[in-house]
């Protein structure tokens, strides 16, 4: 994933110490219930579209933004799945961050999906019921978009 310019400016002083960041993720479906995914080119693994929202920008547009960004399909969000603290990553060059996850149902409006920035090998359309190898973090958020039931949040505060 491409790190947006804030974050190298914040790295410049903060060291590689945790940063504490918004993170969104967007699940799109089409007109034939399909879901979009895009084969992540920093680890080969199909995934949601997500990213970091910039500065002052409202994660539901981020959230459209990413996704026109890196799969050229415009998608206009239809509600929030859910929210949630995810555990602290620690990336190659010993980066720590841990991200609040705001995820939503989105729906493609135009635009035909391809590989649009350097983020990704591979984007396409799924069958929810015929997915490539998804991992957890993605099959419940897909779940979550399906269903009628509210926003899932933690309510324990617990991970």
């Known amino acids: 994933m491409a790190t947006p310019d804030f974050i190298r400016d914040l790295r410049a002083t903060a060291g590689q ?3 504490w ?3 969104v993720t967007a699940v799109v479906f ?4 399909r879901v979009l995914l895009g ?3 920093d680890n080969g693994r199909w995934s949601l579209i997500g990213g970091i929202p910039d500065p002052g920008e409202q994660p539901a547009a981020c959230a459209m933004r990413e996704v026109e960004e890196e799969t050229a399909v415009r998608c206009v969000v239809e509600r929030l ?3 949630q603290a995810l555990s602290p990553v620690t990336y190659d060059n010993g980066d720590v961050c841990q991200f609040m996850d705001v995820t939503f149902r989105c729906r ?3 635009g035909e999906a391809r590989v649009n920035d350097d983020e990704s090998l591979e984007v396409g359309w799924f069958a929810v019921d015929a997915l490539p190898e998804l991992g957890e973090f993605g099959q419940v ?3 979550q978009a399906l269903s009628d039931a509210p926003t899932w ?3 324990t505060g617990l991970h």
């Open 153 to 155: 949040f933690d309510p």
């Open 108 to 110: 493609a409006v135009s």
């Open 21 to 23: 960041l918004p993170g």
């Open 30 to 33: 089409d007109d034939q219930g």
């Open 81 to 83: 799945v859910l929210v």
């Open 141 to 143: 958020r897909i779940k």
């Open 39 to 41: 084969r992540r080119s």
């Open 17 to 19: 110490q945790l940063l």
